[in-house]
């Protein structure tokens, strides 16, 4: 079958500009890891769509039990690359958690996340939040939460959220929503890895499609996770998101398409290749406003993806986002897959991924702005990207207009109006931004026992 597809893409390469730039691949047939998630479109569309087998790449695509298992299966080999957390690549490469270096030349994605409370947390949160024509106002601040976490206090009771990795944006996004209404995430150190010291909310990992049973049973009393799985609870009646991460942080990076650099080294042409398919599957994915997402949704529901039902991914995928059962809201940049240079891996979001990690411990001790850039720049490729985007624009894919071809890697500051807590972030100059965060570690700060020193 392999040979007849390459003599196919032989023949087809005559004709057809998919063709025009064929790479000489050092290896072509890959198996990449990803989690059920929404935001692992570009890798289901890619294969889908034949954009793989456009490069001449015989791809295979395998669900993972979870985040750990998937970035060891990268670092060991039986993963050729993955559908990855932000984090992951980067944590890895400064030795957090399991040491080994990483790179991503593909952000998959931006914004697709949520928060989601119980009913009965929900219940308590309302009376603290504005309502207008009897909804409501957006975006929810974790001001609301704090009397309800107060009255847990009270009662002796601690209050769970879950997330699903503690490099995950998701870790980081919560903890950014509970420290902008006051409330204390906890801190993590060396010696205490729970991520819970000095914490009001007790934050533990739970895996992203176990989110909805797991609020059901009552072991957490919410959630931060990726859709499908704030939809889900909606769908079930167990859950109400109260805020998504676009009003967190408007137009936030997501995941990342995750390699070894070892792969990259040993394999150039064929990241190119790899990189190529994805920056294709993107563009499919948000062209003509979004015209392809029905299509797209059908593809994630299949039991070999995301494999929930249509409706539930529907919900978030096709520019709506559902809160409390019934008040349903346009939402169109829920899930950017492309525009807004979604793809590129700008230094300044791997720096926000780490000004993240040093807030709340787990970098322990204090970092320069330098070494912030350098830990970036080790990380995130963006020369790879641009060399993948530059063959598709020759070869008539891709439109010269769509890529940052001028960037220095840094996006402009994140105005102040755009972020939850109402404070810029400018990735040029992490540890001023640090110092600019009420709660958590900033300057020489360390985590001793339960108390910050320094």
């Known amino acids: 079958m392999k040979s007849f597809l390459l003599s196919l893409a032989a023949t087809t390469a005559l004709v057809s500009p ?3 730039q064929m790479l000489e691949l050092e290896k072509d047939e890959l198996t990449f890891g990803f989690i059920k998630l929404t935001d692992m479109a570009p890798l289901a569309v890619a294969y889908e769509n034949g954009y793989f087998l456009d490069e001449g790449l015989f791809v295979t695509l395998e669900a993972q039990a979870n985040w750990k298992v998937l970035l060891d299966g990268v670092i060991g080999g039986q993963l050729d690359g993955a559908h990855m957390l932000a984090g992951q690549p980067l944590a890895a490469t400064i030795g957090f958690g399991t040491e080994a270096h990483i790179i991503t030349p593909f952000s998959m994605d931006l914004n697709g996340n949520g928060i989601t409370v119980s009913n009965e947390v929900w219940e308590m949160m309302k009376p603290n939040i504005p309502q207008e024509d009897g909804k409501p106002v957006h975006p929810i601040s974790a001001t609301a939460l704090a009397p309800v976490v107060e009255q847990f206090k009270s009662e002796g009771k601690p209050f769970n959220m879950g997330m699903v990795f503690p490099v995950s944006t998701h870790n980081y996004e919560l903890r950014y929503w ?58 079930k009646g167990i859950g109400v998101p109260v805020i998504t991460d ?15 650099a070892e792969f990259a080294e040993a394999n150039p042409n064929t990241t190119i290749a790899v990189t190529k398919a994805l920056i294709r599957a993107a563009i499919w994915l948000d062209e003509n406003d979004n ?24 919900n978030s995928m096709t520019g709506t986002f559902e809160y409390e059962k019934g008040d349903k809201r346009e939402v169109p940049d829920f899930n950017v897959f492309f525009r807004y240079n979604a793809t590129y891996p700008f230094y300044s979001d791997a720096v926000w991924y780490l000004t993240q990690m040093r807030r709340w ?19 995130y490729r963006p020369d790879i990207y641009l060399d993948a985007a530059r063959m598709l624009v020759d070869e008539g894919l891709a439109n010269e207009a769509d890529f940052p071809w001028d960037s220095d890697g840094y996006k402009v500051p994140t105005p102040a109006a755009d972020i939850i807590d109402g404070i810029e972030y400018d990735g040029r100059a992490p540890n001023a931004y640090l110092e600019s965060l009420p709660i958590g570690l900033k300057g020489a700060q360390t985590v001793v026992g339960a108390e910050v020193k320094g």
């Open 246 to 260: 676009y009003e967190l942080w408007k137009n936030n990076p997501e995941k990342v398409f995750g390699i070894s």
């Open 178 to 235: 509970l420290a902008a209404g006051g409330l204390h995430p906890g801190f993590y150190s060396p010696d205490n890895i729970t991520g819970q010291i000095n914490a009001d909310v007790l934050l533990s990992v739970t895996p992203p499609p176990q989110m909805p049973a797991t609020l059901e049973a009552g072991t957490i009393h919410g959630y931060c996770v990726g859709e499908p799985w704030n939809q889900q609870a909606v769908f």
């Open 361 to 379: 411990g787990q970098i322990a001790e204090p970092k320069s702005d330098t070494w912030f850039d350098e830990v970036a720049k080790s990380v």
């Open 18 to 20: 998919a063709f025009a």
């Open 291 to 314: 015209a392809n997402r029905p299509e797209a949704v059908e593809i994630l529901s299949r039991a070999e993806y995301v494999g929930a039902d249509y409706d539930v991914i529907a």
